[in-house]
């Protein structure tokens, strides 16, 4: 078998489909009943952005920053046997507020014995507290919803999938426990 020719046949016209042809008409059927799914389609609602975010930098986080701290943070700095407010504060330069919800301590509560010295950081009285109104006691969900309320927070877990929904909510950065210090991200340019 030799190789085909790869030059142009001289003369030849592309064929065009005429007005007539069967393909045109079932296109034309195909268009009107595209028309009708406009109307059964489901208008979603896309919240708007706040006005203190400029593009993804939040422009409302500034010294001194408010630290929302999850149970697993605190069991982790412990484990790493870092001070939670010195280790905050050198990492962002700046004065830090940890600040707690009744949903943590109470998930702490739960845990038991085993996390009582947690408990007890958790406690202290320098940190600051904040009241939950909502039922049930789940920490995440709460810190999620405080966090897409109000965006003057940092976000403290080690949590996979706090952090996985955290990231969705545009201009808040985490903060984590990692190889005995505390590192962040998603923090503004200017605030750095």
Known sequence: ???????????????????????????????????????????RHIPNAPSNMFFAANTALGPPYHVLVDTNFVSHSIRAKTDLLTSMMD????????????????????LGDKFRLALRVAKDPRWERIRCSHPGTYADDCIVDRVSKHRIYIVATNDKDLVRRIRKIPGVPIMKVARAKFTIEKLPDHFE
């Open 91 to 110: 990492l962002l330069y700046a004065k830090c507020i940890p600040t707690f919800t009744d949903c943590t301590i109470a998930e702490l509560e739960k």
């Open 1 to 43: 078998m030799g190789v085909a020719k790869k030059t142009k046949k001289f003369a030849q016209v592309k064929r065009a489909i005429t007005k007539r042809d069967e393909r045109v008409k079932q296109s034309a059927a195909g268009n009107k009943k595209d028309d009708k799914k406009p109307k059964d389609e489901v208008i």
